[in-house]
């Protein structure tokens, strides 16, 4: 049984400068009506995951965790501190500000929310959505907070160490990490 999902494209119309130059990644076609291949230019990994980091830190949507996660899992050579860069100078172009210790605040107040993930079991199949277990969710939240939130400028939450007690965060998920 299947059930019709809503999808909602958003479009940012107010950042219309990139950072970082773009990057061409090539997108080759070949099928019995067409072959070929273009250059694609696109935003530099750093650029897309800062504003993944902000969308984050910003909105309660489990997929952030999940994508910036995954990314982090499977971007060989990213540049962690660009990406921190940017995520400042994204929220210094809006005004805003978020400092280490709001964004560690932020990232318990979503792990301890039992809806994190709901935005995101429809999207996958099945045995992908079974998949999203709180083991899971423990490992994408430790490997973003290791790997992203721990390197942005600033002090520590005054309460970081007492959270990473309750929830049982062992740091494994994140030692590949610079």
């Known amino acids: ?3 019709p999902i809503r999808l909602k494209v958003e479009i940012n119309t107010r950042e219309i400068e990139a950072y970082d ?13 067409f072959a070929g291949e273009a250059p694609i230019p696109t935003f ?3 650029e897309m995951l800062a504003t993944k980091l902000r969308a984050l830190l910003q909105r309660d949507k489990g997929r952030d965790l999940y994508d910036l996660s995954h990314a982090l899992f499977v971007f060989d050579g990213l540049d962690v501190a660009r990406v921190t860069e940017l995520f400042g100078r994204y929220l210094q172009l809006a005004g805003q500000s978020i400092s280490r210790a709001q964004a560690e605040e932020r990232m318990f107040a979503k792990l ?7 935005d995101m079991r429809p999207l996958l199949p099945a045995a992908q959505s079974k998949a999203l277990s709180e083991d899971a969710t423990n490992d994408a939240f430790e490997r973003v907070f290791e790997g992203l939130i721990a390197k942005i400028a600033g002090d520590t939450w005054v309460r970081t160490e007492e959270m990473k007690e309750r929830f049982r965060l062992t740091g494994s998920s994140a030692q590949n990490f610079p």
């Open 1 to 3: 049984m299947t059930f």
């Open 112 to 118: 301890a929310n039992p809806r994190l993930l709901t």
């Open 44 to 46: 530099s990994r750093e």
């Open 21 to 33: 130059p773009p990057q061409a990644l090539a997108l080759r076609i070949d099928n019995p009506w």
